[in-house]
């Protein structure tokens, strides 16, 4: 029992630590936008909504 | 306070802006960061294009307050209030709150139509008889 909770334990550490350190280095892209009714909407990567807000901004972004 | 001089005072304290514009409620460019007027007029439009397509997203909602794009090359920010439009570009990881922040502190400098202006100040007039 004591063996099958470290390896619980060490799973889960090994888990946040690659999300930690790997996937936190990356550039995280997002887009937002909020309404007059104080609404608003979160865009994440690989939306064909997130896409069009993103190529509009490119469009003064340097390359 | 004029639009120039908000947006030259949004250069002096946002480190994290790179170029700006304002625009008026019609579409025209009232001042910009960029040293000739097609650059400024390109961010304008960039910016109206934003507009539109977030406005496409939930177009039941009401117009677009604000609207920001961060991409690993930099940040794309618009902000409406008060029938204007500031719209800026930032450099990679920035702090959206602090960006938004500074642009609505810098909106808010410049001088409000004339309708604006006089409600506080008869207020104050009317406490100060008082």
Not at chain 1, 19 to 42: K, L, M, Q, T, W
Not at chain 2, 53 to 72: I, K, N
Not at chain 2, 82 to 104: E, N, S, W
Request: hydrophobic fraction near 45%; glycine fraction near 10%.
């Amino acid at each position: 029992m004591r063996k099958l909770l470290r390896l619980a334990l060490a799973t889960g550490l090994a888990i946040w630590a690659w999300r930690f350190f790997v996937r936190g280095r990356g550039p995280h892209e997002r887009a937002s936008v909020a309404y007059a009714d104080g609404s608003d909407v979160v865009l994440e990567p690989g939306s064909p909504e997130f896409d069009r807000l993103a190529s509009i901004a490119r469009t003064v972004l340097p390359a | 306070m004029n639009a120039d001089q908000a947006l030259a005072e949004l250069r002096e304290l946002s480190s994290q802006v790179a170029r700006a514009v304002v625009l008026e409620d019609g579409g025209e460019v009232l001042a910009g960061t960029d040293d000739g007027p097609d650059a400024s007029q390109a961010l304008a439009a960039a910016a109206q294009a934003l507009v539109a397509a977030a406005g496409e997203l939930h177009a039941t909602a009401g117009d677009v307050s604000r609207a920001e794009v961060e991409l690993a090359q930099g940040g794309f920010f618009v902000l409406r209030e008060g029938g204007r439009t500031i719209a800026a570009t930032t450099g990679p990881g920035p702090t959206a709150g602090l960006v938004m922040y500074d642009l609505r502190t810098c909106l808010n400098a410049i001088d409000a139509k004339p309708k604006r202006r006089r409600a506080p100040r008869k207020k104050a007039d009317e406490e100060a008889a008082e």
